[in-house]
């Protein structure tokens, strides 16, 4: 599945999936976005936060260390984290029980600008 990136003032959400019949995320894919993201920034400059959205996909150990080397990489100049297919799916799932989800998330955006 392609990537998508969505922007918000300095902050970058990018979801990506890697297909593994297993649904975990691909430690070598994961590895190579990683440097890929690690390039963009050099010549387009670091964001202010940056997260990883694995929405059909499962962090395991492996790839958690993968991401919190990274994080610790670049800790005190760019708020990274990353979200896989569980923690995306209770979140969707409880959001779903409003009858409107535009309004919680219009609330995250408010309160994001401060």
Do not use: H
């Amino acid at each position: 599945m392609e990537s998508k990136v969505f922007k918000q003032g300095n902050y970058i959400w990018e979801c990506k999936s890697s297909y593994d019949p297993s649904g975990e995320i691909n430690l070598t894919y994961l590895k190579s976005a990683i440097k890929s993201v690690e390039k963009r920034w050099e010549r387009e400059g670091k964001p202010s936060g940056y997260y990883y959205v694995f929405p059909i996909n499962v962090i395991t150990n492996t790839a958690r260390q993968e991401l919190e080397k990274f994080k610790q990489a670049y800790q005190g100049q760019v708020e990274i984290d990353y979200y896989d297919r569980e923690q995306v799916q209770r979140l969707i799932q409880n959001l779903s029980k409003l009858s409107n989800m535009e309004s919680p998330v219009n609330y995250i955006k408010q309160v994001w600008k401060g």
